[in-house]
């Protein structure tokens, strides 16, 4: 799901976006609360009307705001939206919910349960996230850990007791324990018990090691109903994925993609490329030569022209049209990278999809070690065709 946090995904209007062949996209709960506020949003029915979307949408709980928006973070490379974590230093959580300063104006706020399925009713999202109670992954507070797993089943229980349209929105419920195995599955005991349309694995992305996200991810989907979406949140590296996707999981959000096109950056078969590179000063062909986007394909059969490296380039550094141009590849990159994804998987053809990924995708180098153990542990050998 691209992110579209403020109810747009920058640079692009509501058609572009859907002709990356987005069917789903998410909104910010918390952003949306602010402003335009939840009177606005009741007065114009919703999220839908109120930015012409009439594909899906889903919404975090609430407590999900962007690690730059709230923390004066340096770290490029971790561009996710973090859970309560983002929070920590403005807020204080306690039973009732998140007590916590405005960043924008510094008035206090309360945000419970209850709140943020109200606010997400309003909203109109499709899909709607509970409230849970999240801290970073590398605490070493185990104590602090197992509490905030237990009230985030609470949590979850209030949740679905203020949800007042269950036909129309699909309540999901999201899994937490940290990096510790064992409470990750008590977790997802109680959680299956509820029998949400969806379930999520969350606390992930904040500085674990990639091995350990691996292991929770698949301690998580060993346990969780077959026939329901499993949701791994703020994961949107296209290597994650990949791995994330063998080991069960079906759903991923990011920033990734957006940002690092605002950088210059587009994603291709071969990895990333950073176009304002001199290197590409005169290099005149697409920016994935696969890549069937609306940047990539030749517009006309006539006369083949299409938008090249060495045009992104030459707008990279000075003109925003440049980043208009590699957020919508970036994105129909990523959504065709899935779509490959469930292909592979329907004609029972995945481990041959993994290979031939990771083997593009870090061409001339092996593929990261945690990534071949992952593959190993549900059977693909990505070494088998060196």
């Excluded at 409230?131 to 590398?138: E, G, K, P, S």
Aim: charged share 25%; with cysteine.
């Amino acid at each position: 799901m691209p992110v579209a946090t403020q109810a747009s995904l920058k640079g692009l209007t509501p058609e572009q976006l859907e002709d990356t062949s987005c069917r789903l996209c998410l909104n910010n709960t918390y952003h949306l609360g602010l402003k335009p506020g939840q009177e606005v949003l009741d007065a114009i029915g919703g999220a839908h009307k109120l930015q012409g979307w009439n594909r899906n949408i889903l919404t975090d709980s609430g407590g999900l705001v962007l690690l730059t928006n709230i923390c004066n973070s340096s770290d490029t490379s971790s561009m996710r939206s973090f859970q309560m974590v983002s929070l920590l230093k403005l807020a204080k959580i306690t039973e009732e919910g998140v007590r916590f300063l405005s960043p924008h104006d510094g008035s206090p706020m309360l945000l419970t349960p209850e709140h943020s399925i109200s606010l997400q009713n309003s909203i109109g999202s499709d899909i709607m996230m509970q409230l849970d109670d999240v801290i970073q992954t590398t605490s070493p507070d185990a104590a602090r850990m197992k509490e905030a797993m237990y009230r985030s089943i609470r949590w979850l229980d209030r949740c679905m007791a203020a949800h007042k349209k269950p036909d129309t929105q699909n309540l999901f419920c999201i899994i937490q324990g940290g990096l510790d195995l064992e409470m990750r599955r008590e977790c997802c005991r109680e959680m299956v018990k509820r029998d949400t349309p969806g379930v999520a694995v969350g606390g992930l992305s904040g500085g674990e090691a990639k091995a350990d996200f691996c292991k929770v991810v698949d301690a998580c989907t060993d346990l969780l109903p077959e026939l329901k979406p499993r949701y791994v949140m703020g994961i949107g590296y296209p290597e994650d994925i990949v791995v994330a996707v063998a080991l069960g999981a079906d759903m991923f959000d990011c920033v990734w993609p957006t940002r690092t096109a605002r950088f210059g950056n587009a994603i291709t078969k071969h990895g990333v490329l950073n176009l304002k590179h001199a290197r590409y000063a005169e290099d005149f062909g697409p920016v994935d030569e696969r890549c069937r986007c609306v940047i990539c394909r030749p517009r006309g059969e006539d006369n083949g022209l299409g938008i090249s490296r060495a045009y992104i380039h030459h707008l990279a550094a000075k003109e925003t049209v440049g980043a208009h141009l590699l957020t919508m590849h970036n994105v129909h990159w990523m959504l065709d990278l899935m779509k490959r994804a469930r292909a592979a998987i329907v004609e029972d053809q995945y481990p041959a999809f993994a290979r031939d990924f990771f083997r593009d995708y870090f061409l001339g180098k092996e593929a990261p070690g945690w990534a071949i153990d992952a593959l190993r542990v549900v059977g693909i050998d990505l070494k088998e065709d060196q």
